[in-house]
């Protein structure tokens, strides 16, 4: 059984999603592998498989991590797809039921209202003009506590 946090950064820092990546890593009781693209900032304290791995090796890598940590998109996916057993959703304009499957675990902003149907590049700039408070608001601490308390659930 593979005991490592997998995680897929932002490939954009101008983009609305988490941008606590960077030092997630050191607050994790676990090995923590970056998975992604060569140009993919990488992660502070994390194993580099950025541009290493296959599309089979990926999938291998999503069923066999204890967790998976990951913005709302491809790789939530592809976990989902291989019942990869904890997955860790940080998300803000895209929460509610649309963006969910069974099991995942996510870990929503509050701050303001859903905004991912609201403008056509919601993605890459906040439509309400704040800054993208919404991914701010969710903290590397709460990342930590979610998957600590999803995996701890598990051995219960």
């Known amino acids: 059984e593979h005991r490592e946090l997998h995680s897929c950064p932002t490939r954009r820092s101008s983009d609305l999603s988490w941008q606590g990546w960077n030092g997630l ?3 994790m009781d676990l090995p923590v592998i970056q998975i992604g ?3 993919d900032p990488l992660i502070n304290g994390v194993i580099d498989m950025r541009g290493r791995t296959s599309i089979s090796q990926l999938c291998t890598l999503l ?3 204890k967790a998976v940590v990951c913005p709302e998109g491809g790789i939530m996916h ?3 797809a291989v019942n990869s057993p904890h997955v860790f959703v940080p998300r803000g304009p895209t929460r509610g039921k649309l963006f969910e499957y069974p099991g995942q675990h996510y870990i929503d902003s509050y701050i303001c209202d859903i905004c991912w149907s609201s403008a056509g590049e919601w993605y890459m700039d906040c439509p309400k003009g704040i800054d993208a408070a919404c991914m701010r608001a ?4 709460r990342v930590v506590y979610h998957v600590q308390e999803g995996l701890n659930a598990d051995m219960v």
Request: no cysteine; charged share 10%.
């Open 138 to 141: 969710i903290t590397q601490a």
């Open 63 to 65: 069923a066999d991590a």
């Open 25 to 27: 890593a050191r607050l």
């Open 37 to 39: 693209l060569l140009h």
């Open 78 to 80: 592809l976990a989902y």
